[in-house]
């Protein structure tokens, strides 16, 4: 199986929206409601900011948000702060107990 | 509080051996799956295996099948990764991370930095 894929980078000024794409295949991101994304601060653990699909976890800012489409997922960051840079990997179940990752997608907050 | 706390950075040889460890606590340890997780240098997050502490079902990603191995105590409530024979190119940091209900990674070690280099 091959890594999801998203954009290596995007960028934004402070207050502005993004939102970083996630494709993947019908046996994975568009077979089951289980996408999650993870915000990773360099020489840090990732952060689970949304799982399946579109649910946030308890302490998770409602700036972040997450949808789906078909094969492409998305996660979208509205109101961006300096805080909010960092690197972004999503993740969906792809049956027989396997997870995959996406490449992880570099946001800049210019 | 759950929390997966790792064992620390390693360096070691090219062909020795290593055993990590991933020790949880603020749950019941034996209800939940653990993963194994590695990020190569300056790389993405690529999953390794999972297992379950209740009954030690283990599960391996086609990409590392027979090149690592994971166990668990569940009375330490300590999941591990461990390697026969290391490889410079096993160098990577590992993380421990805990499945929830669904398949929904939820909780992260801190991860744990290991070093193959002659």
């Known amino acids: 199986q091959s890594a999801l894929t998203q954009p290596a980078s995007v960028s934004g000024s402070p207050g502005q929206s993004i939102t970083i794409s996630c494709t993947g295949t019908?046996?994975?991101?568009?077979?089951?409601?289980?996408v999650s994304w993870y915000q990773q601060h360099p020489g840090e653990a990732p952060k689970l900011m949304i799982y399946?699909?579109?649910r946030r976890p308890s302490g998770v800012s409602i700036r972040f948000s997450g949808s789906k489409s078909g094969n492409t997922a998305s996660l979208t960051i509205s109101g961006l702060q300096a805080e909010d840079e960092a690197d972004y990997y999503c993740c969906s179940y792809a049956g027989d107990t396997t997870l995959l990752f996406g490449g992880g997608t570099k946001l800049t907050v210019l | 509080e759950v929390q997966l706390v790792q064992s620390g950075a390693g360096v070691k040889k090219p062909g020795e051996s290593l055993k990590i460890s991933c020790k949880g606590s603020g749950y019941r340890f034996s209800d939940y799956w653990i993963g194994w997780v590695r990020q190569m240098p300056g790389k993405g997050l690529e999953w390794m295996g999972i297992?379950?502490?209740?009954?030690?079902?283990?599960r391996y990603s086609p990409s590392f099948e027979g090149q690592v191995t994971i166990s668990v105590d569940k009375s330490i409530n300590t999941a591990f990764l461990q390697w026969g024979s290391l490889k410079a190119s096993d160098t990577a940091v590992y993380y421990c991370a805990r499945r929830d209900s669904g398949w929904t990674i939820d909780y992260w070690g801190q991860g744990t930095l290991v070093t193959v280099s002659s």
């Open positions: 297992i379950f502490p209740g009954d030690s079902d283990t």
């Open positions: 399946e699909d579109i």
């Open positions: 019908s046996s994975d991101v568009g077979g089951y409601y289980l």
